[in-house]
Nanobody, 115 residues
Framework: QVQLVESGGGSVQFGGSLRLSCAAS??????MGWHRRAPGKERELVAR???????NYADAVKGRFTISVDNAKSTVYLQMDNLKPEDTAVYYC???????????WGQGTQVTVSS
């Protein structure tokens, strides 16, 4: 069974930075990335990256967040810069190894940005 272990969440002030990590228990193939759920809102895609390196970002984080992957460590990273209070949410790592396969989720890590 695939396991995803997240780390790197925390509390920062407006304009600060955090880096989230997500270590997979298997070789990374397919699509991997991050969703987030803010209080009272629906879960939304933040960023994703394919095993070939192509990345996509939500409009709200473009130019501030960078997703990357270290295939040797089976780990995906989300570098978050210039954080805003509206980035406050629980961030969930996901992995989908095949378009017809189930999506695997991490346990979630809290990110809190104060003004």
């Amino acid at each position: 069974q695939v396991q995803l272990v997240e780390s790197g969440g925390g509390s920062v002030q407006f304009g600060g930075s955090l880096r989230l990590s997500c270590a997979a228990s298997t070789r990374i193939v397919g699509l991997m990335g991050w969703h987030r759920r803010a209080p009272g809102k629906e879960r939304e895609l933040v960023a994703r990256i394919a095993s070939g390196g192509r990345a996509n970002y939500a409009d709200a984080v473009k130019g501030r967040f960078t997703i990357s992957v270290d295939n040797a460590k089976s780990t995906v990273y989300l570098q978050m810069d210039n954080l805003k209070p509206e980035d406050t949410a629980v961030y969930y790592c996901f992995l989908q190894q095949d378009p017809f396969d189930r999506i695997h989720w991490g346990q979630g890590t809290q990110v809190t940005v104060s003004s």
